[in-house]
């Protein structure tokens, strides 16, 4: 292997670094790729027009609160599904639907996607996501590739460090970034050690009704809550997060968080939770069931890692778990099975707040250092087993093999990866074939667009020796990413009709307005290319009414082909929504200012799309 430049260490170092062994190592690999591929990396990722992709890549859109969804290998961005902030593309936040979806937020910082599972592999039906902004999570149906249902997290700030499923979609667990007092009461920060909890929530999802629901929190001790990782097969009970701020600080965490030289990995047993909630062993805190480990005892440890880690993922064969150490060079690879055992002896090193610690030695198996290697974040794994970490500082991927230790392959990334995502990569078979680098500084990539650069996703070809062969800029920010293969997703072509559903209106001769008081209710109708507010009426595309009143649009798309979607939107009323075919869907509003106000079909949908149009006419108090 080529001599790695050694690097001192910080951000800037990184970059330098990284852009110096880039150009060094292409030079000394290009000849092996092309010889042991007959086809170009052009070809690789080329699908042409009328082909589709192999792969959907969900990344998660950060701050924007969207999921982007792309095509792998092609790496082209297909459609963004806005989740948890309002999306004037899709209507979403202005239906009736989505505005209860989204309350009161109008923004939401979307950082882990998981999808359903069932034994272990993704099923294709559902995507979970949360909300470290405003402490929600989220569940969006991939039939339709809409959001299903939102919920409040109570109790608990920053639900960063999830979504994580288990193997059948029991659970969705999220544990917390920030730790708050319960209920998010005000207590000073000098009670912080006996005050503040870092609270995990279990969260179940009811596929029949479509709806999230809290099934436990665990009120874990005031430190930060980071990756997390559900186990599989033989360790498929149990699942793993890392903490960091075990040191208790309440301000300057950059510094004071960074003191022990040891933080924790908590790894819990979910099944001996769920249990002890069923036989009462809980208290009932602002209306939620809420474990406290130092009076409930069970089901919770604590293992020693190396200080300030950050992810922890495990094996697909469900037999380790690997912590990544952030601020220390290495990464850890512990047995689960070891872990069992030395639970079972209470093989403990003492305990923090009621939690028992599990002797390190007892169930480390090895330490990993790469040379020259720093930050490593996450890890992900392929179709043999080897393992894949980012490292964050000196922007590159390493592959090693978790049963040695030793290093296989190493590549520079642009620059500073995250996380990476593998195809398949959190099952329990892993495709091998495509890592993604979700890389958080593109720098010069890309054409500029002023001072703020985009982040990159880079496509690195794994079936031999690791190489980027693409790249795509992305808005903020792709934390995480999942692939799934193309196949295991079914989408619906049109809504189905649903007759009883008393809000929908099939027959052109049905449209009609129903004024009750000042409520007026619009059953109307979207086809191309017109609106049919009141089949009887003059003029059925004109809805008129007077000021102060409260209109209820009951809008039904009856065009039953694929794609056909039409908008609706009035003029200087900020509204806006969409009927996708054969959907209905309700918008209500007060026409509170008198005038005429156009309306109009907002997505184009034939050749007379523009004359898709109406009046909406609101006469003066
Ligand atoms: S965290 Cu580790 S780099 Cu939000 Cu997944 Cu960002
Ligand atoms: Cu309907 Cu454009």
């Avoid at 922007?395 to 049963?403: A, L, R």
């Avoid at 995502?421 to 990539?445: F, M, Q, R, Y």
């Avoid at 001072?451 to 992305?474: F, N, T």
Wanted: aromatic share 12%; glycine share 6%; proline share 5%.
């Amino acid at each position: 292997m080529k001599k790695w430049i050694p690097i001192a260490s910080g951000l800037l170092a990184g970059f330098v670094a990284a852009t110096i062994s880039f150009a060094d190592f292409s030079k000394s690999t290009n000849d092996q790729v092309a010889s042991s591929n007959t086809k170009s990396d052009a070809e690789k990722v080329y699908v042409p027009f009328g082909e589709k992709d192999d792969y959907y890549l969900f990344a998660s859109g950060g701050h924007s609160g969207q999921m982007f969804i792309y095509g792998v290998p092609s790496m082209r961005h297909i459609r963004t599904v806005p989740v948890f902030s309002p999306d004037s593309a899709t209507g979403y936040g202005f239906d009736e639907h989505s505005k209860k979806l989204l309350g009161d937020y109008t923004w939401g910082d979307l950082h882990h996607p998981a999808f359903s599972e069932t034994n272990g592999d993704y099923d294709g039906k559902y995507m979970f996501a949360t909300d470290v902004g405003n402490s929600r999570a989220a569940a969006m149906d991939l039939e339709t590739f809409t959001v299903k249902d939102i919920i409040n997290v109570p109790n608990t700030s920053g639900p960063h460090c999830a979504a994580f499923v288990t193997q059948n979609t029991e659970y969705m667990f999220l544990p917390t970034r920030f730790a708050v007092p319960i209920g998010s009461e005000y207590k000073s920060l000098d009670d912080y050690s006996e005050q503040y909890r870092g609270v995990m929530s279990a969260v179940t999802f009811d596929q029949n009704k479509d709806k999230l629901n809290i099934a436990y929190q665990v009120a874990l001790p005031p430190w930060s809550y980071d990756l997390s990782d559900a186990g599989k097969k033989s360790s498929a009970d149990w699942a793993v997060m890392t903490t960091y701020n075990t040191e208790e600080a309440t301000t300057n965490l950059e510094i004071n968080a960074s003191q022990a030289d040891r933080d924790f990995i908590v790894l819990f047993n979910w099944k001996e939770l769920e249990k002890m909630v069923a036989d009462g062993q809980y208290d009932e805190v602002t209306g939620q069931k809420m474990i406290f480990p130092e009076k409930h005892k069970g089901g919770i440890y604590l293992v020693p890692v190396a200080k300030s880690p950050h992810g922890v993922d495990v094996t697909p064969d469900g037999k380790h778990f690997i912590a990544s150490g952030k601020l220390a060079p290495s990464m850890t690879v512990f047995s689960f099975e070891k872990a069992f055992k030395a639970i079972e002896k209470q093989d403990f090193a003492g305990e923090r707040n009621g939690i028992p610690i599990i002797n390190y030695d007892s169930i480390m198996e090895r330490e990993v250092n790469p040379e020259n290697a720093l930050g490593p974040l996450h890890t992900q794994f392929d179709d043999k087993g080897m393992a894949y970490t980012t490292m964050f500082i000196s922007s590159e991927i390493v592959k090693w093999d978790p049963k040695t230790g030793e290093t296989l392959d190493r590549v520079p990334v642009q620059y500073s990866p995250g996380h990476s995502v593998a195809a398949e990569g959190d099952t329990v078979s892993p495709d091998g074939k495509w890592l993604i680098a979700l890389n958080k500084i593109a720098k010069d990539s890309y054409l500029s667009v002023g001072p703020s650069h985009p982040e990159s996703m880079q496509l690195i070809d794994i079936s031999g020796k690791m190489k980027v062969i693409q790249s795509s800029p992305v808005n903020p920010e792709p934390h995480y990413a999942q692939i799934i293969k193309a196949d295991k997703i079914k989408t619906i072509e049109v809504y189905p009709k649903d007759e009883n559903n008393k809000l929908a209106t099939y027959k052109q001769d049905q449209a009609r307005i129903e004024r009750n008081g000042n409520e007026v209710h619009v059953y109307g109708i979207a086809m191309r290319s017109k609106f049919i507010f009141d089949a009887k009426a003059k003029r059925p595309d004109v809805i008129e009414v007077n000021q102060g009143d409260k209109v209820f649009l009951h809008l039904t798309n009856t065009d039953f082909d694929e794609d056909i979607t039409h908008g609706f939107a009035i003029n200087q009323y900020n509204l806006n929504m969409e009927v996708q075919p054969g959907q209905t869907n309700t918008i209500e509003f007060t026409a509170d200012k008198a005038g005429t106000f156009p309306m109009y079909c907002t997505n184009f949908c034939s050749a007379l799309h523009q004359e898709m149009t109406g009046y909406f006419l609101v006469k003066p108090k």
